[in-house]
């Protein structure tokens, strides 16, 4: 199963925050960590073993940084697709490169998902004006016209409201290759962090409850305000998707939340193959956090415990000035501080965060 022992390398494509917290994590395990990416500092470089500064498609770079590896992960998404071509054939690259494709394109991924039989809101792709104008006539407004790549924290998207002009929304994405989505009524968003074993064992921890904020999430807590029936579902597919996949490693599963009545019912939105901001909760909450249970399994190790450590978890994100309340935050009781080390805070950009982790229920 090609298992990793403490002392060889993982390198990791991206030197952001989740690249760092991934770091620590193998460090506590005795495992070493090589960063890789274009840019010359980022969070991850503060604690990794060592680093490495190359772009995403220089096959020579990436041959030598691949050399010094013994298996490949990544903390984000948007690494180019010929990023992991030239570096399969040297080292595993775990997620592999299916899991990584669909994921970066969202009409791949929800005509995946409608391929699973699971839910999703209706779509409809949109490659020119008269496609879009087309789309909205099938799916109404209001809609949601997101670009199919590279979209994240609200970037790429319009809202196709009952007045918006269409020229200008597809200007807006820069008329690149789209997506048309059906308006969700939802009641809540939710997410599973899940991960699946080199020998394709799962497990998954309990769905989080996700409020966001100018397309940021703000807050996530757990355990989400759902029925036993609902979170025995979401974790359902999940497990539908990490297999159908391949996966091996964490990934994440976005789900809108829609109530009728007293029924509950789940469409899936969209998926992340890494560490997720919705699983920072699992640092404190959970006897194995997401990074940990990450190396666990790029690693070929067995996966650790999903339990909680108390009764409810809150997890809170520090966006751009917030950050600077640190001091108070340190001094208070049961708040769990993890600042990113970044040199400078700006609106909407992720400084670090809080958790709280109530022991008992009330």
């Not at 595993?92 to 994921?103: E, K, N």
């Not at 597919?237 to 829609?258: K, T």
Request: glycine residues 10%; aromatic residues 6%.
């Amino acid at each position: 199963m090609n298992r990793l022992v403490p002392r060889q390398t993982i390198g990791i494509l991206g030197g952001g925050q989740l690249g760092r917290m991934a770091a620590l994590a193998a460090a506590e395990l005795g495992l070493r960590t090589l960063i890789y990416q274009p840019e010359r500092e980022g969070p991850a470089f503060d604690v990794a073993t060592e680093c490495m500064t190359g772009d995403y498609e220089d096959a020579e770079a990436l041959a030598r940084f691949a050399a010094r590896c013994d298996v490949i992960t990544y903390e984000f998404e948007n690494v180019p697709a010929r990023t992991v071509e030239i570096l399969a054939p040297l080292k595993p690259v775990r997620p592999g490169a299916r899991m990584l494709s669909i994921s970066q394109d969202r009409l791949h991924e929800k005509t995946f998902m409608s391929d699973l039989g699971i839910e999703t809101a209706p779509f409809w792709s949109v490659d020119s004006l008269t496609e879009l104008e087309v789309a909205v006539l099938a799916l109404g407004r209001p809609s949601v016209l997101k670009t199919r790549r590279f979209g994240y924290d609200g970037k790429g998207q319009v809202v196709i409201r009952p007045d918006t002009a269409l020229p200008a929304a597809y200007d807006a994405i820069g008329g690149a290759p789209a997506i048309l989505e059906g308006f969700v009524p939802f009641s809540a968003e939710v997410s599973v962090i899940a991960a699946r074993g080199l020998d394709g064992t799962f497990a998954a921890y309990d769905v989080c409850e996700n409020e966001h904020r100018n397309h940021i999430l703000w807050q996530t807590n757990v355990p989400a305000r759902i029925s036993p029936e609902t979170q025995a579902r979401a974790l359902d597919i999940a497990r539908r998707i990490g297999d159908g996949l391949d996966a091996v490693g964490v990934f994440a599963v976005e789900m809108f939340l829609l109530r009728d009545g007293g029924s509950e019912r789940l469409i899936v939105n969209e998926i992340a193959p890494r560490v997720h901001n919705s699983g920072h909760w699992t640092i404190e909450g959970a006897e194995t956090s997401q990074f940990e249970q990450h190396i666990r399994a790029i690693a070929g190790w067995p996966l650790g415990s999903v339990a909680c450590t108390g009764a409810s978890v809150t997890m809170q994100n520090l966006i751009g000035d917030e950050a600077g309340d640190w001091a108070r935050l340190l001094a208070e009781p049961g708040a769990h501080l993890h600042l990113y080390g970044k040199s400078e805070p700006r609106p909407g950009r992720k400084m670090g965060h809080v958790t709280r982790v109530r022991r008992h229920a009330g």
